[in-house]
Nanobody, 125 residues
């Protein structure tokens, strides 16, 4: 089960931190993905965290502004979002699957088996 939290309303240039907690996971080897979906647009993979070797990936639209950290004791991954822009406004979802995902697949929603509920991020101009 995944629980996402941390969304809200922020002004452009501000920051938010989203949390994704994976409860009931039987293995410490899993991948967390962050996706977002703006109104009328397709779901887009924006960030990924491979728990096994702690590697991260960021879409070019958020690179340099977003970062990922984790708390292994709580099975929680955090998406730190800085210098937010109005175009970052979307419902953000976290997703997970056991094991690693190859690089070419990490932005594909179908590569993930578990999804949390979305959390709304609104960035005002």
């Amino acid at each position: 089960q995944l629980q996402a939290s941390g969304g809200g309303l922020v002004q452009a240039g501000g920051s938010l931190r989203l949390a994704c907690t994976a409860s009931g996971f039987a293995s410490a080897d899993y991948t967390i993905g962050w996706f977002r979906q703006a109104p009328g647009k397709a779901r887009l993979g924006v960030a990924c965290f491979q728990r096994s070797d702690r590697t991260t990936y960021f879409d070019s639209s958020v690179g340099g502004r977003f970062s990922i950290s984790s708390d292994s004791t709580q099975n929680t991954a955090y998406l730190q979002m800085n210098n937010l822009k109005p175009e970052d406004t979307a419902v953000y979802y976290c997703a997970a699957r056991y094991g690693r995902i190859i690089t070419s697949e990490i932005k594909r929603a179908g590569a993930y088996d578990y999804w949390g509920q979305g959390t709304l991020v609104t960035v005002s101009s």
